[in-house]
């Protein structure tokens, strides 16, 4: 073959005689394309796999001017982090022509599940992100989209694994237990702990309250009320804590948004409180003392990582897992990142 071990990487020509076809046979296997009898085709798949030949989808794509059409479903909402995600989407949009991606954003009224429902049915190209909540409706919604042949990525809230092809997020469960641990080291002492959460349809908020109560549970001297349902509005979660901020509780944890309304409850408090995301609100709560410590996830990566699966899927492509793991942050006061020149991370 003429590329052979000790050489240079296997080629198409070294398939082609590895299989005993043509190059134009083994074209036509790699695209997909008809007009090849089942039998050539398994052979042909069975000389790629021997000799390990590895397709460079970037150059193929370059050399048929190939675009991918990605989409993006995102909350229709004032929350800071998913602006942060519209941003950087908006950053990947404006990068040269050679990445050939055309990015768009659909924006949906925030955990309605209907209207996740039907921008998924009317999402066309290559591939979807879906940031949204869980429901059988919704898992019915990416089932129908996988079988019109669009890739799928869960964004920030998973869906089940059987269902979607990735999910681009933080392990949640893991982010409530270091929410947890936080809370129990800082505490004041015993007492009661509020938990808010967007919306009990949202599963990376339920999974947050999961890992939270595995932790709260073995910490002594501390219980946890039923969580608020916030909706990630300011003033529903202001009202809200204006009934359940009693002379018992020590400690808030803000899984979700709506954290200006949490700010002004807490005037004249001093409380513990963790919450999730660096953005303006929450950085100027934690210098200023009202926040004790947040709990991030990079919004550039996730939506960095959420193009490179929905492009390699569309490709039939291997990826590399470690560079699509998103890390759990934790910032304090002391290692907040400086403000970018638009206010947000650097």
């Known amino acids: 073959m003429t590329g052979g071990a000790g050489t240079s990487a296997p080629t198409t020509l070294d398939v ?11 074209d036509r296997v790699l695209n997909g394309r008809p007009g090849v009898r089942e039998a050539t085709v398994a052979r042909v798949r069975e000389a790629i796999d021997r ?6 989808t970037a150059a193929a794509n370059l050399a048929k001017r190939r675009v991918y059409d990605l989409s993006f479903i995102l909350p229709d909402t004032d929350n800071e982090f998913v602006a942060s995600l519209r941003a950087e989407i908006e950053t990947r949009r404006a990068q040269p022509a050679i990445h050939r991606t055309r990015l768009t954003v659909t924006p949906v009224a925030a955990f309605d599940p209907q209207a996740v429902v039907a921008a998924l049915d009317a999402a066309t190209g290559d591939g979807v992100a879906v940031f949204g909540p869980e429901t059988p409706s919704v898992r019915d919604a990416v089932r129908r989209a996988r079988v019109r042949g669009l890739a799928v990525v869960a964004l920030v809230s998973d869906l089940p694994s059987s269902e979607r092809d990735h999910f681009v997020g933080i392990d949640n469960i893991r982010a409530g237990r270091t929410a947890a641990q936080l809370m129990a080291r800082f505490v004041a002492g015993p007492g009661r702990v509020l938990v808010i959460t967007g919306s009990r349809l949202a599963r990376d908020h339920l999974e947050r309250r999961q890992g939270f109560d595995q932790v709260m549970a073995e910490t002594p001297g501390m219980s946890v009320g039923a969580s608020l349902e916030g909706r990630d509005d300011p003033e529903r979660v202001k009202s809200l804590l204006a009934e359940a901020l009693t002379d018992d509780v020590v400690g808030i944890y803000s899984s979700a948004a709506g954290n200006a309304g949490l700010i002004a409850a807490l005037e004249g408090r001093d409380l513990t409180v963790i919450a999730h995301e660096l953005t303006p609100t929450t950085r100027a709560a934690l210098m200023d003392g009202t926040f004790d410590a947040l709990i991030t996830q990079d919004a550039g990566h996730l939506v960095r990582s959420a193009i490179r699966l929905l492009r390699a899927t569309a490709d039939g492509a291997p990826f590399d897992p470690a560079q699509e793991r998103i890390r759990i942050d934790i910032h304090l006061k002391e290692n907040v990142p400086d403000p970018g020149p638009e206010g947000g991370q650097t």
């Open 16 to 26: 082609a005689e590895a299989a005993g076809v043509s190059l134009a046979t083994v």
């Open 51 to 56: 000799i390990g030949y590895v397709r460079d």
